[in-house]
């Protein structure tokens, strides 16, 4: 029973780290920046930027031109040491190598606000 427990918890660790890490072999590749969000279920602020925010064309060309998206949950998933927020959502702009953290925005902007901060950090 043990042995199944501790080979659960492998996978998942190594199953987040090549989630993650292919976020950042793929930010590196296509020069691009690493936007983070951290959410978990039942998230209803989470929820709230899906639905009005994130879903948006505007908002979903401005990331895929400029940024590499990942989410992450913070209660199914390693997250890494340096997010330190356990807030949801939290979004976290990085550089592509994932380490050096730009920006840190919790909670849920506007879709104006959410725009000018995707414009301001890619600069």
Known sequence: YMKK?????????????????????KAKGEHKLLLVELEMESCPYCEKMDKFVLSKDDVKKLIEEHYVFIKLDINKEVIPEHLTSRMTPTFYF?????ENIIEEIKGAPSKSDFINYLNKVKE
């Not at 990085?94 to 994932?98: E, H, I, N, Y």
Request: hydrophobic residues 60%.
């Open 5 to 25: 427990i501790m080979l659960c918890v492998f996978l998942s660790i190594s199953l987040w780290a090549s989630s993650f890490e292919e976020a950042i072999l």
């Open 94 to 98: 990085l550089s592509s190598d994932g």
